[in-house]
Each structure stands twice: as C-alpha cells, then as structure tokens.
C-alpha cells in the first residue's frame, strides 16, 4: 500500500510530495534543501526517483541537496523544465526575493540558482511503472514552458502551479503563454473526472468536483 | 539601438503601451504593470542590460523615470 506523504515549505509554501512503498521512494518537487530530506530520513525511505511538476525554484530549491545525499537517485522531468531549471530568470529563482515580497514576506534571503540538468527527460506523455503502480507524466505548458501533471494510478494527480485552491493559473511570469495554456494545458485539464484526488503544488490536496472544475473555468 | 531605446522598447513590448504613455507610467498605473507583470519586466531588464538589480532596486523601480535613476546606479546611461 503506498502512502503519500507531504512537506511544505513555511517560506515559499510549496508541497514536496514523497510517495512511499515499503522502504523506497517517489518524490516529487523537492521544494527545500532540508524538509524532504528530514522527511525521508525520519521515515527511512530511499528516494529512486525525483519528479518535477515544473522549474519554478519553489518546486526544486531542494534539488541538488536531495541529489547529493542520494546519488543513486534519477531525475525526470520535462525537457522544457530541464532547461529552466538551468536559467535563474525560468526558474524565477533571480525575482524569488521580490515575489515573497509581494506575498507579504518581505527580507526572505532567496539566492539566485541553477541546477545541474536532469538524468532523464522527456518531450512527450510519458509512462513509467515504479514497484507495481503507474505514473504518467504529462507535459501541459502555460505557467511555464516545462509544466507536467503527474497521474499516479489513475486517481491521484500531482498538478505543480495548476489547480491550487482560491488561485487562478498564471500564465504571465517568465517563460509563461496564455495561448499555448488554453490550446493545451486547459482542454486537458477539464477533461480530468471529478473525484480524482488533487495534490496540488500549495495549498492542500482535494478531490477534484464538477463545482472546483467551475470556479476554474474547465 | 541606443540604451534608451531599447529601454523604450521594453516598456512598448511588455506593457503594450504607446510612446507618448511612458514619461508617466507607473508601477500598478497600468493592468499590466502589476505585481507578476513587474517580475517579468524586470527579468527582461536585467538580461536586456547585462545586470543584475537588488532586491531593494527592483522593489523601488515604480515608474518610467524612477526606472532611468536606477539603471544608472548600474552604469546603464540612458
């Protein structure tokens, strides 16, 4: 039986998801350079995989700290969000300081980073099998260039910056397109079934209704 | 193209504004020069000019001509 486990982020409000079976690990976002590391230690899991819902800092400051601790670890994502992690302006990481601001977080210290670039990457759906359950990875941009929903058994979606409670998608930050978000993220987007459960990147996970699905507009 | 005009030209490109509009354009002045608008205005900024503003400077660049004042603490000279 897997269990979902979740940390977040006090500074920047990030989920980082860990989905465990037995005494190994899925993780994805990992959004601080101690949080999901503690997480993982105090349950002795070893992570086999590290997933990104898309190259925004606030999804991978944890990143290379993760990597380092867990060499054997692969890393997956998007080509898209391969290369903005690698840019500090895609991956917002050179204006964090100034959006905490804006969020009523004023005087965060928030450096400018980059990480080194994932192991593997893809450019379209891609489906992987890990210890007996199924993620399906899909590249829908808009927020950004390398944004992916991750389906995990048909009935739990990992949405990064899409679906979060009471927020409207951005479409406007660096790397950001309204057009390519309507033509493709939002038609895959409302075509999701209610009753799966939302795990969005802030904010706590939900079950996706036909109501929630209004109040986005799909 | 001179600094000034490519100064110009990011104003014209991301706010979508007309020349005539710039001397009193202001931060929140406009719809699209908010808070997430100013983020990306700013990322340009700084790749425009090959700089790289504080913190502090980018919270405190509220207009068009506030923006000139800035720059000029980085050596870009408009």
Redesign the interface.
């Known amino acids: 039986m897997m269990d979902i486990l979740r940390w977040t982020d006090p500074l920047a409000e990030g989920n980082c998801y860990v989905c465990a079976e037995g005494d190994r690990a899925v993780v994805i976002d990992p959004c601080h350079p101690e949080g999901p590391a503690s997480l993982l230690e105090e349950r002795g899991l070893v992570p086999e995989w590290i997933l990104l819902t898309h190259e925004h800092c606030d999804h991978m400051l944890g990143l290379e700290p993760l990597r380092h601790k867990y060499p054997e670890a692969i890393v997956l994502c998007s080509a898209p969000c391969d290369a903005g992690m690698q840019n500090k ?1 895609l991956n ?1 990481s ?2 964090m ?3 905490l ?2 969020k009523g977080k004023p005087g965060a210290h928030y450096p400018p980073l980059v990480c080194s670039p994932a192991d593997q990457t893809f450019a379209e759906e891609h489906t992987m099998t890990w210890r007996g359950h199924t993620l399906r990875l899909t590249p829908l941009p808009g927020h950004t260039p390398g944004s992916t929903c991750i389906l995990l058994d048909r009935d739990t979606l990992f949405t990064g910056d899409y679906l979060i409670p009471g927020e409207a998608v ?1 479409t ?3 790397g ?1 397109n309204t057009e390519i978000y309507e033509r493709v993220a939002r038609p895959w987007l409302s075509a999701l079934p209610p009753g799966l459960r939302i795990c969005p990147g802030h904010g706590e996970p939900y079950a996706l209704t036909q109501e929630v699905k209004d109040t986005y507009g799909l | 193209m001179s600094n000034l005009e490519k100064y110009d030209k990011l104003f014209l490109s991301s706010f979508r504004v007309k020349p005539e509009d710039l001397p009193t354009l202001t931060y929140r002045g406009i719809p699209a020069w908010d808070s997430v608008g100013h983020m990306e205005f700013m990322s340009e900024m700084e790749e425009t000019f090959k700089i790289s503003l504080s913190t502090l400077d980018v919270l405190d660049f509220s207009s068009y001509e506030k923006g000139k004042e800035i720059l000029a603490k980085y050596g870009v000279t408009l």
């Open positions: 302006y917002m050179a204006m300081e100034v959006y601001t804006f951005i406007r930050l660096p950001g």
